[in-house]
């Protein structure tokens, strides 16, 4: 009893500092370990997947600055313009074709290396950390099951040695030899001491892994900072290669002189140009078909003054007459052909009115305004009434207009003397020249010139006719008689 009652401190011994079976899992540092590592792996996931949308963004440059060559692929539109050589326009827009065809390769360039030297970097470490993890998680994953396994048995024995020392208090010590829980105690202790081994032996392993996670972990950043380094050389140096481009086409631009295309458009198309040094046109030197053409050049022209046909007007109005060999009267404003285009206000066609003889500076024209204006059309066939500045330039305007008016008036044919037909009643025609008095002229004459003078037809007069009628003053006759033409011609009295 005595020995047994000294094997009870031994039992007592056995409650240790810490529990025999700990509650840690034995997988929890390996857990923690597994999930660091694979954070280090999304990490350079991230880091793959942003230098390849780098190397896509360059490959889509290399085909966007090839739609930009092609703006400028084509010649010049009207490159003839330009001088062709090098330091003007045309070498200016050369130098943009061939910066930004650099430009074009420069990124697709890049895009290959990007794709070729700094991608395979970070897909190495990728795999290393991924191997990294599979060596810690299946390496830890071992020993936490023997592990297990250990603390399974001592715990086992653990709860066997509890019943048989609580059976030694029942039976009063009466117990088969295997039963005996000194035996049982010993056992407990002996599967504890493995139990403890796997533990350290575990413990070890992570104390190993976690020492090796602080060279791993700077390995990784190494390798990062490698990656980039080379990401910097080669789409940072691409970088710096297309400001260069861009400060190349600038200067190219920047070194064109002001005047450079001005000059070398004169030396080639100068001749083409205006010369400054010529005197610039003027109306009196311009010369244009038939501008001296005999219908071009009025009988008479000037300034006259005509009452106004408006009945309720009292004066005159000065204008600008002229008439021409087309046998017009035209009224104008003025004589300014510049600064408006001459219309006639008035237009009279002579053969078709009546014209009377001057009265010292006043004269008479009875006819139709041909203007074919509004005040044409309203005025139909009225009598004018001028004032010539002088009655010397009113004889001069009368003869002109007498002029023009038997330019196509009708021929007078002479016919032998005869009692019979030349008499009327109290009237004779004479062979000499003579005058009519102007009060007896005839008011039923539709056309011809009244005046002191007798007036000869234009038409070619037969070689027969040596002589015109004349009309005598009659003082018994109540009218003048009028020479009778032909029938198919019209008439003309002359007063």
Sequence with gaps: ??????????????????????????????????????????????LEDYVGAVEKVHRAHSKEYEKVLKTISHPLKEGAHFDQGLGGVAGFFENMRVNTQAMVNSNSETEKTLKGSVLPILERLHKEIKAKHKEVTHGVEKGAKEIDKARNNTQKHIELLGQHTAAFESTGGKMTSSDDPYIIQRGVMHRLNKQVIEENNHRNDLINIQDGFKAFEAHVIQVVQQAMDALNQVAGGQAEKT??????????AQRIPGDFEWKGFLNREGHRLVDPN?????????????????????????????KSRNKLSWGTQSAYYVVTPSKYLHEFKNDDNLRHDPKPELSIYLPDAVI?????????????????????????????????????EAQK???????????????????????????????????????????????????????????????????????????????????????????????????
């Design 397 to 495: 305007w009368f003869d002109a207009i007498r002029v023009a008016a038997g330019a196509t008036g009708p021929a007078y044919e002479s016919q032998p003397p005869s009692p019979d037909a030349a008499t009327g009643p109290g009237g004779s025609i004479s062979e000499t020249n003579g005058k009519i008095d102007t009060s007896v002229a005839h008011k039923e004459q539709d056309a011809g010139i009244t005046g002191g003078d007798t007036v000869s037809s234009p038409t070619a007069i037969s070689p027969a006719v040596t002589r015109q009628n004349t009309v005598k003053e009659a003082t018994d006759a109540p009218a003048a008689v009028p020479v009778t033409a032909p029938a198919e011609e019209k008439k003309a009295t002359v007063a």
């Design 243 to 252: 400001r260069a481009l861009y400060t190349d086409m600038l200067g190219a």
């Design 278 to 306: 010529e005197p610039p046109r003027s109306m009196d030197a311009i010369a244009f078909p038939n501008q001296d053409h005999n219908s071009t050049k009025p009988l008479i022209e000037g300034s006259l003054e005509r």
């Design 356 to 392: 009377s003889a001057p009265n010292g500076e006043k004269f008479h024209i009875k006819g139709k305004d041909k203007s074919k204006s509004f005040s044409s059309k309203l005025a139909g066939t009225s009598e004018l009434n001028f004032h010539a500045h002088s009655a010397a």
């Design 1 to 46: 009893m005595s020995g047994d009652s000294q094997a009870l401190p031994l039992r007592k011994g056995t409650t240790m500092s810490e529990d025999a079976v700990p509650d840690i899992d034995p997988t929890t540092t390996a857990g923690l370990l597994a999930e660091r590592l694979q954070a280090w792996k999304h990490a350079v996931v991230y």
